[in-house]
């Protein structure tokens, strides 16, 4: 059984930062592609950042220079650090895995992060 359970949200003042996690189990964590998704109150979920198997990163634009994302491979471990945020950020973040950054099959439940200015 897949399971990816995210954890490190909470609420943060603008220009904060969160370190995120996703704990992986039930996968060969080291073979899967990895991202971090999010969703904002009546918006669609959109890909923020990914990584894959052999370690090439994908940032939107939107939160280039400001989020890095990561793996341990070793502690099936996905990271996301995001620094300098703003309360366009404010979502629900998702960790995601599967073959391909864009097309995962599989999902956590989220975590929330706040940023109020």
């Known amino acids: 059984q897949v399971q990816l359970v995210e954890s490190g949200g909470g609420s943060v003042q603008t220009g904060g930062s969160l370190r995120l996690s996703c704990a992986a189990s039930?996968?060969?964590?080291?073979?899967?592609?990895m991202a971090w998704y999010r969703q904002a109150p009546g918006k669609e979920r959109e890909l923020v950042a990914g990584i894959s198997s052999r370690g090439t990163t994908y940032y939107a634009d939107s939160v280039k220079g400001r989020f890095t994302i990561s793996r341990d491979n070793v502690k099936n471990t996905l990271y996301l650090q995001m620094n300098s945020l703003k309360p366009e950020d404010t979502a629900m973040y998702y960790c995601a895995a599967g073959r391909m950054i864009a097309t995962p099959g599989y999902w956590g439940q989220g975590t929330q992060v706040t940023v109020s200015s």
């Open positions: 039930g996968i060969v964590f080291s073979i899967n592609a």
